[in-house]
């Protein structure tokens, strides 16, 4: 069974830091990996997608890597801004299910100004 | 106008009431979702669509039904609701048929069972 995990389950940074979410998981076989956003009473935004073929995918001031071998899967954000403040939830499309997500628990951010 | 909708999106009923939770979307998507998530756990799927006609459990479908109208419509309902099926609701749409096959989910309903 798929296990995705995010550390740390919260964050707080003050405005201009450049910071890195991490996420591991337990099976290696996926076909991808999102990252997306969630701010309270709004639903989930998509943020990023890496294909299980892909090492890194970026958007603006987010950078997403992955390494499947190993299950890891990290999120840097450059130069931070209160806006960036929401939770990060991380999850995989597991190979063998071509529709299942398989979500981390989050990552709570909060961008200082 | 938002791609996915979903009604209501707050609603407070009681013990052993029957319960409809409606998505709507604009996407053209031929497959739809719906998860449920609470305080401090990840997503958990409870149902999922891929066309019209197709539809499957998830994770968690037990106490829970779903309905697929049209492309455009899934409905997911409880047909007598209990306190521990309190938590925030989404629907989500994705195109299928590839590996990038991103989810857009909608902004949830916040159900409270007393």
């Known amino acids: 069974k798929q296990e995705v995990t995010q550390i740390p389950a919260a964050l707080s940074v003050p405005e201009g830091e450049n910071l890195v979410l991490n996420c591991s998981f337990t099976?290696?076989?996926?076909?991808?990996l999102q990252w997306f956003r969630q701010d309270p009473g709004k639903g989930l935004t998509s943020l990023l997608l890496?294909?299980?073929?892909?090492r890194e995918q970026t958007s603006g001031r987010l950078n997403a890597s992955l390494d499947k071998s190993s299950g890891r899967s990290t999120l840097y954000i450059a130069a931070s801004q209160p806006g960036d403040s929401a939770t990060y939830l991380c999850?995989?499309?597991?190979?063998?299910?071509?529709?299942?997500?398989?979500f981390g628990k989050g990552t709570l951010l909060t961008v200082n100004p | 106008d938002a791609d996915v909708t979903q009604t209501p999106r707050n609603r407070i009923t009681k013990t052993g009431k029957r319960i409809m939770l409606e998505c709507s979307q604009t996407?053209?998507?031929?497959?739809m979702y719906w998860y449920r998530q609470d305080p401090g756990l990840g997503l958990q799927l409870i149902y999922y669509?891929?066309?019209?006609?197709?539809?499957n459990k998830g994770e968690i479908s037990d106490g829970y039904s779903v309905s697929r109208q049209a492309q455009a419509k899934f409905s997911l309902s409880l047909e007598s609701a209990i306190p521990n099926q309190t938590a925030l609701y989404f629907c989500?749409?994705?195109?299928?048929?590839?590996?990038?096959?991103?989810?857009?989910f909608g902004p949830g309903t916040r159900l409270t069972v007393l």
């Open positions: 099976d290696s076989a996926i076909y991808n």
């Open positions: 669509s891929f066309d019209v006609k197709d539809i």
């Open positions: 996407k053209g998507h031929d497959r």
């Open positions: 890496i294909q299980s073929s892909q």
């Open positions: 989500a749409t994705s195109l299928g048929g590839s590996r990038a096959d991103t989810q857009y």
């Open positions: 999850a995989v499309q597991s190979g063998g299910s071509n529709y299942k997500l398989t």
